[in-house]
């Protein structure tokens, strides 16, 4: 049984015969908010409810991050200090491992164009 619409049937075929062969998908936030996991920036997210003296950083690091919290996602601060970043997403990888996560009609979507996926 298929939860997709016959466009997104008909696309599907269309992929599988390699009538189209060069897709771009643009996605954010959204996709996965519907799934109940939460984003980084409504109330209740990542950055608002962000606990800077339960993370394992220095105290230079715990007051960029009190400074600026989008700081624990910063690419040069999980350079010298993985663990903000890790503690704070491991709710997000046990719920993924727990199954908590729903499934959403865009995620089905996608996962239907599984086999056709490449990532750079």
């Excluded at 959204?30 to 997210?45: K, Q």
């Excluded at 409810?49 to 009190?66: F, G, I, P, S």
Aim: aromatic share 10%.
């Amino acid at each position: 049984m298929s939860v997709v619409g016959p466009r997104v049937a008909e696309l599907v075929n269309k992929i599988k015969l390699g009538e189209i062969n060069k897709i771009i998908v643009l996605a954010g936030a959204g996709i996965s908010t519907a799934s109940g996991i939460p984003d980084f920036r409504s109330p209740g997210g990542l950055y608002n409810t962000l606990n800077v003296d339960a993370l394992t950083a220095t105290e230079v690091q715990k007051n960029w991050l009190r400074a600026e919290p989008t700081m624990v996602v910063d690419i040069d601060l999980f350079r010298k200090n993985q663990f903000p970043y890790l503690e704070v997403r491991r709710p997000f990888i046990l719920g993924t491992k727990e199954k908590k996560w729903k499934l959403t009609l865009g995620i089905n979507i996608l996962l239907q164009f599984k086999p056709f996926i490449i990532t750079y």
